[in-house]
């Protein structure tokens, strides 16, 4: 029995952090749901406060990053392919590799660093010094002016942080094309758009929403849980990224699975 108790111990614990992340996602729906024309100035303002974190002090990180991946992928595929024609293959290699796959993962991955472990290091700090629960005790609902701003932030930030990684990685793509094979910028879009499928914007798109929605909810589940001392601080800033990172990987293998197997 007690070998048994101690299988199901983790099991029971990810059915409970399953639950506590479903009830946060639609406690905050709720709320956006109940939202006051008079609050949405208060939740526009904290959301454009997160996106102006999450998203434009991230652009050059996302942008430099994806330059720099871009032009080392068609180099290590011209070192590869050299003599099979590499050059017909520049559309279909961009698309699968960077448009497809490594433009939301990695995008997600940078967020996670940067953001999801602040987010949750503020929700620590705040549980710590009570003001989520002065919140509530003012009548102010923490679903709606804690949660539901930091989710929309990320999500848009996510996004157009995704639009800045395939553009920044398709120009330093073509850069290694021009100087490699003296490709004009007509041809190489001309590659691009033909291995794009409308299949490729949806997996995007769904692993836009998903994957916001797993780093805010994850940094706000484990800030939110901080109940003792600030030690407690660090500890759910690991185990947010932990967490967020298994669950993103984990998501993008079965959208990949369900769309492309």
């Not at 010094?129 to 949660?147: F, I, R, S």
């Amino acid at each position: 029995m007690a070998f048994l108790a101690r299988l199901g111990a983790p099991v029971r614990g990810f059915l409970e952090f399953l639950g506590d992340q479903a009830h946060l996602v639609l406690r905050t729906l709720r709320g956006a749901l109940l939202l006051r024309l008079d609050q949405l100035a208060v939740v526009g303002s904290q959301t454009r406060l997160q996106i102006r974190f999450t998203g434009l002090d991230a652009l050059w990180l996302v942008s430099g990053t994806a330059l720099l991946l871009g032009a080392v992928t068609l180099i290590q595929a011209f070192s590869q392919l050299s003599g099979l024609g590499a050059e017909n293959y520049i559309g279909a290699l961009m698309v699968l590799i960077i448009l497809r796959e490594l433009g939301p993962l990695l995008t997600a991955v940078l967020v996670i660093g940067r953001s999801a472990t602040a987010i949750s290091a503020e929700l620590g700090a705040m549980q710590l010094n009570g003001e989520v629960d002065a919140l509530a005790t003012h009548g102010v609902n923490p679903y709606q002016y804690l949660l539901l701003p930091r989710w929309l932030g990320v999500l848009v930030s996510v996004f157009a942080l995704v639009v800045f990684f395939d553009a920044a990685a398709l120009g330093g793509g073509f850069l290694v094309a021009k100087l490699k094979y003296g490709i004009t910028f007509g041809f190489y879009m001309d590659s691009v758009r033909q291995a794009l499928s409308n299949r490729d914007f949806a997996a995007t798109l769904l692993k836009v929403v998903l994957f916001s929605g797993v780093i805010a909810f994850h940094a706000c589940h484990f800030g939110l849980r901080i109940r003792r001392s600030q030690t407690e601080i660090p500890q759910a800033v690991t185990k947010t990224v932990v967490s967020a990172l298994v669950a993103v990987f984990s998501l993008d293998g079965l959208i990949a699975a369900l769309l492309y197997f």
